[in-house]
């Protein structure tokens, strides 16, 4: 990561300052692919540099800014009691936008800035490189879940309101360990359709994403459904809190249904810097629950599993078309669990010893998730492809 930062990467010098909240936010660039990519950086009061802190990306959406999202989603109150940093990135264009409705392959430059901003930040103050995060709004959301699915190996959760996932990310995603993910969105956002349609963006239903994250961390399901109290009676909405617990300790999925909610961040009080549609809910703080969901889960674990995982268990070739070979490490049995996009079993083996060719040509091409099993629970998880 840090080879090729010397080459496409150097700070600038700071081209504003504001005190907020008890911090400090910078507003500054770095050079990314031969331009200026800008941001503005949160730190703390409280930051002295002897003991590592947690770093938060704050993605802002379509025609959004650095600073708008610092102010809509507000975390520096947070930060101020938690001790930690955030970082605020820009998007390019006289109308800021992410390319997250292109190709992969399209939008590398804009992933490209926000790893190279990441290594920037840790150059420069001391941090806990177990517990980075990223979160963001609408397009932000989906700038995050394709961290999460390209880069999870520098990400320890990520969160995502009012965004998703279009079809050829969705193929694409191939995170490297169980991922936390959350997602808040509303069943009335009309730019970002809740079920997949009518909205300005087509991407996948938010259930879908939501399925694609809970099969492969291993979640149990059903959730574990609460309803939240509706505290502010003029809103017009409410919201429905799903929970999906894992044997994998960082593979939580949470989903927060706001019913009858619109393209907004969810706040307590009302917050400056960006406009959204629709009603936005006043019954829960989203800044205040991703903070409580990020706090909860630390990088490292999910590596070690994974690699101990490597060593027991492999599938190959992935993608194929349809034919795998499934073999198992160790002298171990295993149950091995196929489901499709919506949680439907669609290939069920027990006891595999040794290796064993499994035959999934009768499935139409696409991604599936499999989960492999023992007696002392979840060995591996993740996906395979069908041609």
Not at 37 to 66: C, E, K, Q, W
Not at 283 to 312: C, M, P
């Amino acid at each position: 990561m840090k080879k090729y930062l010397f080459i496409l990467t150097t700070i600038t010098c700071s081209y504003s300052f504001s005190y907020s909240q008890t911090g400090v936010s910078t507003s500054t660039s770095i050079i990314s692919g031969g331009i200026s990519r800008f941001y503005t950086l949160y730190v703390p009061a409280m930051y002295d540099g002897t003991t590592p802190v947690p770093l938060v990306f704050n993605i802002h959406g379509y025609s959004g800014s650095d600073t708008q999202q610092e102010q809509y989603g507000d975390f520096r109150q947070i930060a101020d009691t938690a001790n930690f940093i955030i970082v605020h990135p820009k998007a390019l264009g006289i109308i800021p936008s992410w390319d997250v409705f292109g190709s992969v392959a399209s939008g590398a430059a804009d992933k490209l800035f926000l790893m190279s901003l990441l290594d920037s930040i840790k150059a420069h103050y001391n941090i806990n490189s177990a517990r980075v995060y990223s979160t963001g709004y609408s397009e932000g959301g989906f700038m995050s879940q394709d961290l999460a699915c390209l880069y999870s190996t520098y990400f320890a959760a990520v969160a995502s309101v009012c965004g998703g996932m279009v079809q050829s990310h969705y193929t694409a995603c191939d995170p490297q360990h169980p991922t936390p993910f959350m997602e808040i969105h509303g069943t009335l956002d009309g730019i970002i359709s809740y079920t997949g349609t009518g909205g300005v963006q087509t991407c996948l239903p938010t259930d879908t994403i939501v399925k694609y994250w809970v099969n492969f961390d291993a979640c149990n399901t059903p959730a574990t459904l609460t309803n939240l109290p509706n505290i502010n009676l003029t809103d017009n909405c409410t919201v429905e809190h799903y929970v999906y617990t894992s044997g994998n300790v960082d593979g939580t999925v949470e989903l927060y249904k706001v019913i009858g909610g619109g393209h907004h961040w969810p706040s307590e009080v009302i917050t400056g810097g960006l406009t959204g549609t629709g009603f936005r809910n006043m019954d829960f703080s989203a800044s205040k629950e991703i903070w409580r969901f990020f706090n909860q889960h630390v990088l490292s674990t999910g590596i070690e599993q994974k690699e101990s995982q490597k060593n027991s268990f492999l599938i190959y070739p992935n993608p194929s078309n349809g034919i795998f070979t499934f073999e198992l490490k160790n002298n171990q049995n295993a149950d091995i669990t196929v489901f499709n996009v919506l949680g439907e079993i669609i290939f069920r083996k027990k006891n595999l010893t040794n290796s064993t060719i499994i035959n999934l040509g009768q499935v139409h091409s696409g991604v599936y998730f499999y989960r492999a099993e023992t007696m002392k629970g979840i060995i591996q998880s993740g996906k395979v492809i069908v041609r």
